[in-house]
């Protein structure tokens, strides 16, 4: 579904990502961890063609990503805030995206009706701006609206930062379920290794941009990840 | 601690991206400054020979003190829309270790060093220094000058209690309209004459220095008043807050006669409509309407017909311009959002053009009473929106995706400056200037009606070709797609 070849991005001579090879199957839960800095919000970003790679390109579905917009209609993400109108209500906001994604308004609400304990009635029909929520709001909105238009691709970065813990039990339920019933391709990116073995069927380590390990999720990968980054963390103690 | 808070304030200032990445606009500004200063210079020096011309029977101090009622309340007025209390910038230092009331007294005083408080005296200065060499006593004429310098300062914080009150009404303009017309109301019924009380209060302070105590006792007054109310506000949950509006929503499905751009169309009225600084766009309308209204009437323009051209260009235009000049920087808060949609480029841009051509027929229309200074006038106005709707849409269009600075947009509206750069200066010559030239030597080469001809040839030309031109455009966004993107998500 999505093929990874000699990918790589510099910025004035700093390789900030370098990705010979990888590839993701069709309704596979993928997951990305790594340290700040680490490039995962980079790799994102390149498959949503918002930045040029320096070399190598992603196949999506058989579209270059940075060649034609073929992509576009079935892939859908959130990445951060920016990707809000402030101006809109939420409820205006998803029947935006909708339009956009060829879905109307009975559509849409069909959709967001299903997470209405998602929302945990904080979200619609409140009669406020996207710009007035709180940041945990604003993203459980952004998520949804991310879900909107049966895309075959979602790209999630950080979903749980910022959640209440009610609310990220919740969003790694609906995660779980659009791979394995849906058979959607679900791409995230956590610090918390605990929700990301939850979730994700595989696991990619990323640092400094490099693919350090790649591990299929087994009840002894979270053990695996916390002596991983475990490690780091004392090496790096000792060389101070 | 004041000496850290100065330390503050002067990163604050030269470390801001608008010091740093616009030299020009900042030089703009201190033009416009020094402008002022000098004219008020110039006021100040010439003012008494002035009112020895207008008032030959009356003592020219006694006169000038009749003016100061109506300064007092044009300058109250003026700060009420141009200056605020910069509240926001002290939210990080409310969780460190300094005293409230360091805070605020820091807020206050530093609002009295403002720019507003300093310009009154380049004016009144010099006054005092011709009335003193005027033969008028050196003493009486130094405490009404520090009358004076006490008054700006009541006015400076008078306003921040006007202010205080119309945070919390609806109708924000309505304190300040109600003070400043009962004042004047009170003055010109002759209820209570403010001109000649005033006046003459500032005459008795000059005569008898002790009243001065009086204007201090004001001044302090509103200074704890103001103290008062500010304590009460630095909290995260009342003023440092920002506003929660109430959505305001309107029925659009109009627009869905509009086909594929609908939702943009939507989405961009919703723009105009909810932010601070588009908003203040839309009453720009009304001043591109009556913007013949400064020319047309004096008769020095109705033997110039090339002017009417232009005054059609700019007044049919008004909104095209002012809106048009920063597409696509007005979406730049979601721009990345766009670019990983499922959206057409072309449709996204054609929902700016139709909007800027309702806004340039609507112009047109509402322009049309202008006939009354003669159908010449009418006539150039046509063929100015004619060529608005085909030149000069795409022009601004294409100058669009030069664009690389972003606009955060529920910043204020009144001289914000946020996404100008060297684009929105050079858009201008295509804009006006190459219309304005083209008709003004048609116009004296051939005659009125060979150059009303070409411009709506040039308009039509462009209509005809639109589809052309926008494909061309669409493909200018495209190659620039990734430097816009990366240049929108960069913090000013």
């Not at chain 1, 992509?71 to 906001?93: H, N, R, V």
Request: with cysteine.
């Amino acid at each position: 579904m999505i093929y990874t070849k000699d990918l790589s991005k510099t910025y004035n001579g700093t390789t900030v990502l370098n990705i010979e090879e990888l590839s993701i199957p069709k309704g596979q839960s993928f997951g990305l961890v790594g340290n700040n800095g680490a490039g995962k919000t980079t790799y994102f970003s390149l498959l949503l063609d918002l930045i040029k790679p320096t070399t190598g390109n992603i196949t999506s579905n058989n579209v270059v990503v940075d060649e034609s917009e073929d992509w576009k209609p079935f892939t859908s993400s959130f990445i951060d805030e920016s990707f809000l109108i402030g101006y809109l209500t939420p409820e205006e906001y998803f029947y935006f995206i909708g339009e956009l994604r060829g879905q109307n308004k009975a559509d849409v609400d069909a959709l967001t009706s299903k997470f209405e304990d998602f929302f945990n009635g904080e979200i619609t029909g409140k009669k406020k701006y996207l710009r007035d929520l709180s940041k945990g709001n604003q993203k459980k909105a952004g998520i949804v609206a991310a879900l909107i238009g049966q895309p075959e691709v979602i790209i999630l970065d950080e979903p749980f930062a910022n959640l209440d813990p009610t609310t990220q039990i919740r969003l790694k339920q609906i995660i779980k379920d659009l791979a394995e019933k849906q058979g959607v391709t679900v791409l995230v990116s956590s610090h918390d290794l605990t929700h990301v073995t939850d979730v994700c069927e595989r696991i990619v380590v990323l640092e400094k941009g490099n693919v350090i390990k790649d591990l299929e999720t087994n009840p002894a990968t979270l053990k695996e990840l916390e002596a991983h980054f475990g490690s780091t963390a004392r090496t790096s103690l000792e060389e101070e | 601690m004041i000496k850290h808070f100065l330390n503050l304030e002067w990163k604050q200032y030269f470390r801001s991206s608008y010091w740093q990445k616009n030299i020009a606009i900042n030089i703009l500004m201190v033009f416009f400054a020094l402008y002022f200063v000098a004219m008020f210079l110039g006021l100040g020096f010439s003012l008494l020979f002035l009112l020895k011309e207008m008032y030959p029977d009356q003592d020219p101090f006694v006169a000038a003190n009749g003016f100061l009622f109506y300064w007092i309340i044009g300058d109250l007025l003026m700060r009420f829309f141009l200056q605020k209390l910069p509240v926001m910038s002290v939210k990080p230092l409310l969780t460190l270790p300094i005293k409230r009331s360091t805070v605020i007294n820091y807020v206050l005083g530093k609002s009295a060093l403002s720019f507003f408080n300093f310009l009154p005296l380049f004016a009144i200065i010099p006054f005092s220094i011709m009335l003193m060499g005027d033969g008028y006593v050196a003493s009486e004429i130094l405490i009404w000058l520090f009358a004076l310098i006490i008054t700006v300062l009541i006015i400076n914080f008078l306003n921040f209690i006007i202010e205080a009150f119309s945070a919390e009404s609806e109708l924000s303009f309505l304190p300040i309209m109600v003070v400043v017309s009962i004042l004047f109301g009170l003055n010109y019924f002759e209820i209570l004459p403010m001109t000649t009380l005033i006046g003459s209060g500032f005459l008795a302070i000059a005569n008898n220095p002790i009243l001065i105590l009086i204007p201090i006792a004001i001044l302090v007054l509103c200074y704890a008043f103001n103290f008062k109310t500010l304590k009460k506000k630095l909290y995260l949950d009342s003023s440092l807050k920002s506003k929660v509006t109430e959505v305001n929503a309107s029925d659009l499905s109009w627009t869905e006669r509009f086909g594929d751009i609908a939702p943009f169309m939507k989405l961009d009225l919703k723009l105009i409509w909810r932010n601070k600084r588009t908003k203040s766009m839309t009453f720009l309308l009304l001043i591109g309407v009556l913007y013949g209204l400064f020319f047309y009437p004096q008769p020095m323009y109705k033997e110039m017909t090339f002017m009417s051209a232009f005054i059609g260009i700019f007044s049919t235009g008004f909104f095209l311009i002012n809106f048009g000049q920063f597409i696509p920087a007005w979406d730049s808060g979601y721009y990345k959002l766009l670019m990983s949609q499922n959206i057409k480029y072309e449709q996204y841009l054609r929902s700016k053009f139709i909007l800027m051509v309702i806004s340039v027929v609507l112009l047109f229309v509402l322009g049309i009473p202008y006939v009354y200074f003669g159908y010449k006038i009418l006539i150039a106005h046509f063929a100015a929106a004619i060529y608005n709707v085909g030149v000069n849409t795409h022009v601004i269009l294409w100058g669009g995706s030069f664009n690389r600075k972003k606009i955060e947009l529920d910043k204020k509206a009144a001289f914000n400056y946020q996404g100008t750069g060297a684009v929105q200066w050079l858009i201008g010559i295509p804009l006006m200037l190459v219309p304005m030239g083209l008709f003004g030597l048609v116009n004296w080469l051939i005659g009125f009606a060979a150059a009303i001809a070409l411009l709506i040839v040039l308009g039509v030309l462009g209509i005809v070709f639109h589809k052309k031109l926008m494909r061309g455009i669409t493909q200018k966004y495209l190659n620039s797609k990734y430097k816009m993107i990366d240049a929108f998500s960069q913090d000013n």
